[in-house]
């Protein structure tokens, strides 16, 4: 199985998105941000605390939203060189091979810690951090199904 692609910037953007969302400690750290801006608020208009605790509150809130979904994934975006070349991927039982014009690199599915799929891309994850997204814009319906089939025996979904 192979398939060529290349990047497609509002889609790697929101890719990125997906990955930063995805991550338990900051699906966490959304959580408790929110929790404790609703409880500021409620008791802020019930006259129990001064606007101070409110307007912290509110501001973590819209800056960690900022963060995670505007300044990270274009940060990343444009520090990496790889969302502007072409690519062709080969898939096999045994690994993938990635190539294009500047070369090609080969790995096992042993090196990689899992996958996750989200509507644009599959996220095929060396470490947490260390990530490749496959586009699937190129791909036929029956290819992704294959390509689902493959990376679901050969490693563990990621949560989503």
Known sequence: ??????????????????????????????ILVNV????????FYSKKIRPEPFLLG????????LSFWFILPYTIYRRNSTFLDQFTIFFTGQGLKLENEKGQVQWEWSQFSG??????FFHLYFTSRQFFLIPKETMTPE???ELRGLLNNKLTTMRK
């Open 58 to 65: 509110s501001c973590i809130w819209i800056f960690m939203m």
């Open 1 to 30: 199985m192979q398939v060529s692609f290349s990047y497609d910037k509002k889609k790697v953007i929101q890719g990125l998105r997906y990955h930063f969302m995805s991550r338990a400690e900051i699906r966490i750290m959304v």
């Open 143 to 145: 290819f992704t199904h």
């Open 36 to 43: 404790f801006a609703i409880i500021a608020a409620i008791l």
């Open 115 to 120: 996958f996750f799929e989200s509507p644009h």
